[in-house]
T-cell receptor
């Protein structure tokens, strides 16, 4: 079956614009994660969705960042009023969402965001 | 709090020689440990994981890792390196007892360069 897919693969935007990044998890996976990979900060957790539960937003770096997950499947990460420090690769991962969460996260190819 | 250290930014090894990529971790409870590999312009690919049981874990592409609780280490190894193993390797940890935080904490990554 298909893996995690993300779109767009690359995004160039101007400072101050809003951007939306999309993630399609593996079919049947109820858990979905967003991470950010940047040169200075490595791989950082942003937000986690599990089924219909309230998301864990503890990793979002500012209120310019938000994410939603519609119908328990596709997720959109939105960055408002982008800043140059938002330039990074945004990675999405999904996992089956089994009890206890002791499971492997499978990653998509990422969206490379460049803010000019 | 949980953390991961990968003390080497880069590891160089000749093709056919054994390789080791080091990882140490810190968690309050028991660790749930992963290794992922990232090829250029690609997402993270799962290699192997440790939850409980045998301290030597075997994974994809001939890689294995040894869990050492007393040294809080989870070093990645391969008996004979291939040029195609050249990539960026990430160690990650989750505290099994922390049921509220499902996200992984990643190390800074180690670039493996295998010379022909």
């Amino acid at each position: 079956g298909a893996g995690v897919s993300q779109s767009p693969s690359n995004k160039v935007t101007e400072k101050g614009k809003d951007v939306e990044l999309r993630c399609d998890p593996i079919s049947g996976h109820t858990a979905l994660y967003w991470y950010r990979q940047s040169l200075g900060q490595g791989l950082e957790f942003l937000i986690y969705f599990q089924g219909n539960s309230a998301p864990d937003k503890s990793g979002l770096p500012s209120d310019r960042f938000s994410a939603e997950r519609t119908g328990g499947s596709v997720s959109t990460l939105t960055i408002q009023r982008t800043q140059q420090e938002d330039s990074a690769v945004y990675l999405c991962a999904s996992s089956p969402g089994l009890a206890g969460g002791l499971e492997t996260q499978y990653f998509g190819p990422g969206t490379r965001l460049l803010v000019l | 709090a949980q953390s991961v250290a990968q003390p080497e930014d880069q590891v160089n090894v000749a093709e056919g020689n054994p390789l080791t990529v080091k990882c140490t971790y810190s968690v309050s409870g028991n660790p749930y440990l992963f290794w992922y590999v990232q090829y250029p312009n690609r997402g993270l690919q799962f290699l192997l994981k440790y939850i409980t049981g045998d301290n030597l874990v075997k994974g994809s592409y001939g890689f294995e890792a040894e869990f050492n609780k007393s040294q809080t280490s989870f070093h990645l190894k391969k008996p004979s390196a291939l040029v195609s193993d050249s990539a960026l390797y990430f160690c990650a940890v989750r505290d099994i007892m922390d049921t509220g935080r499902r996200a992984l904490t990643f190390g800074s990554g180690t670039r493996l360069q295998v010379q022909p």
